[in-house]
Nanobody
């Protein structure tokens, strides 16, 4: 059974940091590209960034470039999203996604709230 379980969300003050984790199981994690998406209330879901299977290439949305970093540990079947210099606009539910060809798997998401 395929599972993607996000963790690490929570409430943080503006300027703070959080590290999200996504533990994967049930599929060959190392050959899947992994992405983070987010959806804020009343807004469309947007791609935050992605990382290739072996982790050699990452791309980011302009809104998070220079503040967020995606990494992965294929030995632990886990992908991470390090978020620094958080802003209120980063408040959203963050989802982990695994994709290869037509196979796409979504996690249930973790809430991140940036507020003073």
């Amino acid at each position: 059974q395929v599972q993607l379980v996000e963790s690490g969300g929570g409430l943080v003050q503006p300027g703070g940091s959080l590290r999200l984790s996504c533990a994967a199981s049930g599929f060959d994690f190392s050959i899947y590209g992994m992405s983070w998406y987010r959806q804020a209330p009343g807004k469309e879901r947007e791609l935050v960034g992605l990382i290739t299977g072996i982790g050699n290439i990452t791309t980011y949305a302009d809104s998070v470039k220079g503040r967020f970093t995606i990494s992965r540990d294929n030995r632990k079947n886990t992908v991470y999203l390090q978020m620094n210099s958080l802003k209120p606009d980063d408040t959203a539910v963050y989802y982990c996604v695994g994709a290869k060809s037509i196979s796409v798997y979504w996690g249930r998401g973790t809430q991140v709230t940036v507020s003073s």
